[in-house]
């Protein structure tokens, strides 16, 4: 429609803009689905579609050149498995190519496997008051859908904590009385869901029914021996298997006649090509009757769309030209030029099957398009070629009458001049006859320097200028295209894919019977359409009403989950900016703070916002002051210069009456909790984390699953779909990770030691907060979700145990008293390091390691981060020992438990124990001089303040320690 709507730019724009927003959504739905349940993701895609002329979603968006749509993997899987068929993939390639040239081995069970042989566990399903029967492995997510499809209806009443309450276990024996059911199968009765997979389970039907459509389910049943051997070769990848080797044997036949073989007398082997390539022909019409259009015209139209369809048919017409002209004796000659350059395009054509290799299918996009833009050059590069070559032909050989003289001085000597052979002879007559008259090949040129300056600026042109056009014009071709590889070579995938899905087994030219059933089938049907309701198999999957019913339902409620997620993250990153916002403003104001510092003990300002803070206050006194004495100093000059009569005439002016300014309240009467500024989650008294749940994850690009604070408990019902994150150092199993949990099955995943002394790799796996709950062999963070699970950049699942010291003394002035606030607290200081891996201040700490106990962690990791430890010479590392032994004697506990960690996941969170040491006289390590090492990059004194933004909780550690020592805050 936008390329309809011609000249107007507008609406053409917005019509693009309204296709790529409604193909964003299309995507977004498809994700979700994909997310949630593959197999009814595979069978959307694949349904029909009544309002949309019976298509199907694949062809919508191919019709609609949706590229990255076909691109999703949700997509890609359901292609694999139409490009498999039904032939499982856990099949040995070198098995299949056996079975492919030895097929009486096909049937033998274990060599090729199927998709039906795959199941081997009992199915568990429910049974509907019809009798039809449901697959219920994935009961969970299916259910719920089926529960929300029928609240969607109208049925309120209808509670998600019904569903299995609705489901009851029974068994049914094979043998008995009423229907029977599949060997090893549990059923269940149901009254409220109906049937999601009921097509699965035909009574009655021992083995499976093939159909020529396409059928990605499994069917649970068993596979005859002439079923297997059918379906092995209607796979179409062994069909594609089996074309590549007929046309390179094609090629080879074609390819000896030409060369040795080509005679007068047609040879047996000529009239089988002939025949061949006639079966060819067959079965590009065959393509075109069996489009998936009504209308001839339109199924010519896509036929023709295609540039391999378009070199088929190049191919076709020069073969049968030069076949009929090999049949004249005189054009014997002409013909097998005609059939050389056919088999050259038949060679080229090769290059089709190389679409289905990553590697090489974006190429031949490339080469597509940079033949097009190949098609834009020629067009500017004649425009030159004419003007230069009528110019030099008409300066150098004048009134040349012969036509193939002035053809071959205009576009044969200017073509190849492009090129180098730049006939100077020619040009400046090396060669010529001077007594040869105007029209004769060999007569002598006219104006030779005027012909090489021409040449010169024609060289000039076209080998500097458009050469480099064109070769900026085929960088750009790439690089447009190898930014975008993946999505072109899926796409380009589709469409083979497809093609040899409609393609009959039996290869050329034994696809003549092929032909034959399909023409007799059609003729069958014209003469008695009720007789045979057969057609051509089509990339539709037919399903029943009902299930076609639930997909429906349950596909509406998967949109509106997505346009509910997609307003939640436009939301999210509303709050995002509104974050970094108030940053700024608190940023801002420490530095106002600092401005406005109390002159008499330097501390910054605690409540700048309040009226009549004391620093600010006393410098607004003394300002008005200064402005006062100025005053009266000039009232005085003005008054002696009056009563001197130095002044003006008419006496000093009259100036405007200033009324003396109130006293501001004193606020030193306020009390502690009236002037306090909360600034911590624990001064608000929220108890859920917020850090733990901030998006990305750190170091890396991934968004947590959005969790709103009423959703983070356990407790409450959430559609919780978190992403699954463990960093790549952790996964190499570094001697402070555990096992990989996550990819062990749930019945067989290795069940650690939670909640208690792990002896086997010496590690604490209790909680400071008691005991944590543990779920499917994985422990649930405390404090509720995150909207990560795995362990993301921790090691261990529940529990990672730190120890952070807090190293404070009290701030001095330069002449060694100690500071205090506005309020008369001392004002403290503590030792602060500046994390390498984001900048942000924070206390010394690390993790206990294996066998470490908490006091000695405390030790090494002030040591290494604050003193640089590690990089001094053994009598330094001596003396700084001494001095942290000395200092971390007598150090108090101020707090133990869960930290709210930007790295914490729903499985693996941090808890600390944070000690306090205190250098009362600043005698210990306040001598020392400090050097960041390890995982630091820088080390200060910072005062201990509720302003100063640091990592993780551990501005709440600093108060902790603050109230302690009676200090401010």
């Not at 990089?871 to 001095?883: L, P, V, Y």
Request: with cysteine; glycine share 6%; aromatic share 10%.
């Amino acid at each position: 429609m936008a390329d309809e709507a011609g000249e107007d730019s507008d609406l053409g724009s917005e019509l693009v803009t309204h296709a790529s927003s409604y193909e964003e959504m299309a995507i977004g739905v498809l994700n979700e689905c994909y997310n949630d349940d593959e197999e009814r993701t595979a069978l959307i895609l694949v349904r029909e579609l009544p309002n949309w002329g019976n298509q199907t979603c694949l062809n919508v968006a191919v019709s609609a050149d949706n590229k990255s749509f076909i691109a999703h993997s949700g997509v890609q899987n359901l292609l694999t498995e139409i490009w498999m068929g039904k032939l499982s993939n856990d099949n040995n390639y070198w098995k299949l190519w056996i079975c492919s040239f030895f097929p009486f081995i096909i049937p033998f069970a274990g060599v090729v496997k199927f998709r039906e042989d795959e199941s081997e566990e009992p199915v568990e399903v429910i049974r509907n008051p019809d009798g039809s029967l449901k697959n219920l492995q994935k009961k969970s997510a299916e259910d719920l859908a089926i529960v929300k499809a029928m609240q969607y209806q109208g049925h309120a009443e209808i509670k998600e904590d019904m569903l299995d309450e609705s489901l009851h276990m029974v068994t049914v024996q094979n043998g008995g009385g009423g229907d029977a059911t599949p060997s090893g199968v549990q059923v269940k009765t149901e009254s409220n869901l109906s049937a999601s997979r009921a097509s699965l389970f035909q009574q009655g039907e021992e083995y499976y029914h093939q159909t020529a459509n396409v059928d990605i389910l499994d069917s649970g049943k068993e596979l005859s021996w002439w079923q297997r051997f059918v379906l092995f070769y209607d796979s179409p990848m062994i069909t594609f298997r089996h074309n590549v080797i007929e046309y390179l044997l094609f090629l080879s036949v074609f390819s000896y006649i030409i060369l040795g073989n080509f005679k007068e007398d047609i040879s047996s082997l000529e009239i089988f090509l002939v025949f061949w390539v006639f079966t060819l022909f067959l079965e590009e019409f065959r393509q075109i009757a069996q489009g998936e259009s009504n209308k001839w015209m339109i199924r010519l139209h896509d036929w023709i769309s295609d540039y391999w369809n378009i070199a088929d048919l190049a191919t076709l017409l020069l073969f049968f030209s030069g076949f009929v002209m090999r049949l004249i004796p005189e054009t014997l000659s002409a013909a097998r030029v005609l059939l050389a350059l056919d088999l050259a395009i038949f060679y080229i054509r090769i290059l089709h099957i190389f679409s289905i290799f990553k590697n090489l299918g974006p190429k031949l996009i490339m080469i597509q398009r940079m033949m097009v833009d190949l098609l834009f050059f020629i067009c500017i590069l004649f425009v030159f070629i004419i003007a230069y070559g009528v110019a030099a032909q008409a300066i150098m050989f004048p009134n040349t009458t012969t036509f193939a003289e002035v053809v071959k001085g205009i576009f044969y000597r200017s073509y190849f001049q492009m090129y180098g052979e730049l006939f100077l002879d020619v040009i400046m007559g090396d060669s010529c006859n001077e007594t040869a008259l105007p029209g004769d090949p060999d007569v002598c040129p006219e104006y030779s320097g005027i012909g090489v300056t021409l040449l010169s600026f024609y060289m000039l042109l076209s080998n500097i200028l458009l050469l480099n056009l064109l070769i900026a014009m085929f960088s750009y071709t790439f690089s447009a295209i190898q930014d975008n590889t993946d999505i072109y070579w899926k796409y380009q995938r589709y469409g083979l894919i497809k093609e040899y899905f409609s393609r009959p087994p039996l290869v050329p030219p034994f696809i003549i019977f092929s032909h034959i059933f399909f023409l007799g089938r059609f003729i069958l049907q014209s003469c008695c359409g009720k007789c045979l309701n057969s057609k051509a198999g089509e990339m539709k999957q037919i399903l029943p009403d009902t299930e076609v019913s639930q997909l429906v339902k349950w596909e509406i409620i998967k949109s509106d989950d997505y346009i509910r997620e997609e307003k939640q993250r436009q939301r999210d990153q509303i709050d995002e900016r509104v974050g970094h916002t108030k940053d700024r403003v608190e940023d801002l104001l420490q530095k106002i703070e600092l401005i406005f510092a109390d002159p008499e003990t330097g501390a910054p300002s605690k409540a700048l916002g309040l009226l009549g803070e004391k620093a600010l206050e006393n410098r607004l006194n003394r300002l008005e002051d200064q402005m006062e004495r100025t005053n009266q100093a000039i009232d005085w000059i003005i008054t002696s210069l009056s009563e001197n009569r130095l002044g003006h005439k008419e006496g000093p002016p009259e100036l405007k009456a200033i009324e003396p300014r109130e006293e501001l309240e004193d606020l030193s009467s306020m009390t502690e909790e009236e002037r306090k500024v909360p600034s911590t989650i624990e001064e608000l008294g929220i108890a859920i984390h917020i850090k733990a749940r901030t998006s990305p994850y750190p170091n890396t690009a991934i968004r947590r699953f959005p969790v709103p604070d009423g959703k983070v408990s356990w407790d409450t019902f959430f559609n919780y779909r978190p992403i699954s994150y463990t960093h790549d150092s952790v996964l190499a199993m570094p001697h402070y990770a555990d096992v990989d949990l996550l990819d062990q099955p749930k019945s067989k995943r290795q069940i650690l030691n939670f909640n208690e002394m792990d002896n086997e790799c010496k590690y604490d796996r209790r909680s400071y907060m008691g005991n944590y709950n543990v779920q499917d062999g994985l422990p649930l963070n405390p404090k509720g979700r995150t909207g990560v699970i795995g362990r993301g950049m921790l090691g261990r699942f529940g529990p990672n145990h730190a120890a952070d010291p807090v190293v404070t003394r009290w701030k001095r002035s330069p002449d060694g008293c100690i500071m205090t606030d506005e309020t008369g607290k001392r004002v403290l200081e503590f030792v602060a390091i500046q994390r390498r891996d984001n900048s942000q201040w924070a206390i010394p700490g690390g993790m206990v390691e294996p066998g470490d106990v908490v006091s000695l962690t405390l030790k090494k990791e002030f040591g290494e981060e604050a003193l640089g430890e590690l990089d001094k010479k053994e009598e330094e590392k001596k003396a700084i020992s001494e001095a942290i032994d000395k200092l971390f004697k007598n150090g108090v506990a101020v707090y133990k438990g869960y930290v709210d960690d930007p790295r914490n996941t729903d499985n693996a969170w941090m808890e600390t124990v944070c000690m306090n040491f205190h250098d009362e006289d600043g005698t210990s390590v306040g001598q020392l001089p400090f050097q960041a090492g390890d995982d630091a990059q820088g080390v200060r004194w910072q005062r201990v303040s509720s302003k100063i933004p640091l990592f993780a909780s551990h501005t709440a550690m600093l108060k902790k320690v603050a109230e302690f020592h009676n200090a401010a805050f």
